[in-house]
């Protein structure tokens, strides 16, 4: 059985704000302790893209990515109380 991760180093730019615990420090520690173990080749990395529209709409509803890119148009804020877009 193999494990695949999905990683980019801008997700360390993902910045949830003071006292929120997904923070950069947290991925950072995730991948240290990830690459200290030896996993042989039962781990391959891969570069995320970016979700197309389509992709998104399998998963969500044209409501909700119309209400995230209206924050993001907006200068950006939160979805929900924790999750600042």
């Known amino acids: ?3 695949t991760i999905f990683y980019h180093p801008d997700f360390l730019n993902h910045d949830t704000g003071n006292g929120h615990p997904e ?3 947290r991925l950072t520690a ?3 302790a990830i690459n200290s173990v ?3 080749n039962q781990l391959e990395w891969k ?3 970016s979700a197309t529209e389509e992709e998104l709409r399998q998963v ?3 409501e909700h990515i119309q209400s995230i890119k209206d924050i ?3 200068g950006g804020g939160y979805l929900e109380p924790d999750t600042p877009v």
């Open 60 to 62: 969500h509803t044209s």
């Open 1 to 3: 059985m193999s494990l």
């Open 72 to 74: 993001c148009n907006s």
């Open 30 to 32: 995730c991948i240290s």
């Open 47 to 49: 570069y995320p893209h």
């Open 23 to 25: 923070k950069s420090d």
């Open 38 to 40: 030896d996993f042989g």
